[in-house]
């Protein structure tokens, strides 16, 4: 019997001996949440125009298997997904989707969580596709769904950085609580950052991050930072209605600016985190497949 594991295994060792062979490496961060419907989608893609605005290459890879909704708050359709790469031997510039802003968009498909089962061929084949971003792009945002699911989780901590969002709301806080306390059980050790989304004042959104980084720090030994609050916005709500990103239709409404103000905090923060690149992305989420 075929055995996969060992399978994986090779592809992970082949896709290692060549991870340097790209000296310039894209910053990956996934974007995450506990509960659903907390604006990571609407992040994602703002989060991106903007730091298009700032002069970065930026990609979005859609990797959230049930509500895959990049393309609808984006307003474009990206066609194909990555899974056409192996399925119809189409290459990368066929698949991705340009943007507004210069961003260029991926959308995984359903298959990206079953590359697993690839064949060792095709694993090939999508890894040495999509590692010719990381000469293009600077950051590749990754919108991974929500909640604990191991599909998930194979993405949050295979990446650079990690941006969890929540709300004020209380369920959405104990679930971004249970995010952080599988991420340290799947030892992970990305920098995390926490957005608060759809605060009516910006002390609500400090109480929150406080409460959190407090609790990770003192029961999952955790370090995560506060890097923004977004306000409750109507504008963007209009803007989700129009299929617009907010930034475009209403870039000088409020949740804009905060974003753009995220935005700025990642690229001219304190402690720039390491970059693997997202070649070294996918081999860290096999490596996390084969365990
Ligand atoms: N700052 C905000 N102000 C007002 N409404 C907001 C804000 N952020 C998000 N919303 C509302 O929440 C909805 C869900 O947002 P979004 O699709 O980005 O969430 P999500 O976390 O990606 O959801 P899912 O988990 O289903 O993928 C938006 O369509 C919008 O109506
Ligand atoms: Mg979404």
Redesign the pocket.
């Known amino acids: 019997m075929y055995d996969q594991a060992e399978k994986l295994r090779q592809m992970v060792q082949n896709a290692k001996s060549t991870a340097s062979d790209h000296s310039a490496k894209a910053k990956v961060i996934a974007i995450t ?1 506990g ?10 893609v703002n989060l991106a125009i903007a730091l298009a605005s700032y002069g970065q290459k930026v990609l979005i890879i859609d990797a ?1 298997l ?2 895959a ?1 990049v393309d609808v ?1 984006l307003g474009r359709n990206a066609g194909y997904n990555l899974m056409n790469i192996v399925e119809e031997g189409l290459s990368l510039t066929e698949i991705v989707a340009e943007g507004p802003c210069g961003i260029k968009y991926l959308s995984g498909g359903s298959g990206i969580h079953h590359l697993a089962d690839l064949t060792n061929y095709q694993l090939h084949t999508i890894i040495s596709q999509i590692s010719l971003f990381d000469a293009w792009a600077d950051i590749i945002l990754i ?1 991974t ?2 909640g604990l699911s191991r599909n998930v989780l194979n993405f949050v901590v295979a990446a650079d950085e990690v941006i969890i ?1 929540t709300t004020p709301e209380p369920t959405a806080i104990t679930d971004a609580y249970a995010m952080m306390k599988a991420y340290t059980s799947y030892q992970g050790t990305a920098s995390v950052k926490l957005v608060v ?2 605060v009516f004042e910006e002390n609500e959104g400090y109480l929150v991050t406080e409460k959190l980084v407090n609790a990770a720090m003192r029961f999952l030994d955790l370090s995560i930072s506060g890097i923004g609050v ?5 504008n ?2 209009k803007a ?1 209605k129009k299929q617009e990103p907010v930034l475009l239709s209403y870039p000088e409404s409020v ?1 804009s600016r ?1 974003i753009e103000y995220i935005a700025q905090r990642l690229l001219y923060g304190k402690n720039p985190t390491y970059s693997r690149g997202i070649k070294g992305f996918f081999t860290k989420v096999l490596e996390f497949w084969k365990q």
């Open positions: 949440s509960k659903g419907g907390v604006g990571k989608t609407n992040f994602t959230d049930g509500t909704n708050v919108d769904g929500a969002i989304n759809r977004i306000y409750e916005d109507r963007l709500i989700v949740s905060c």
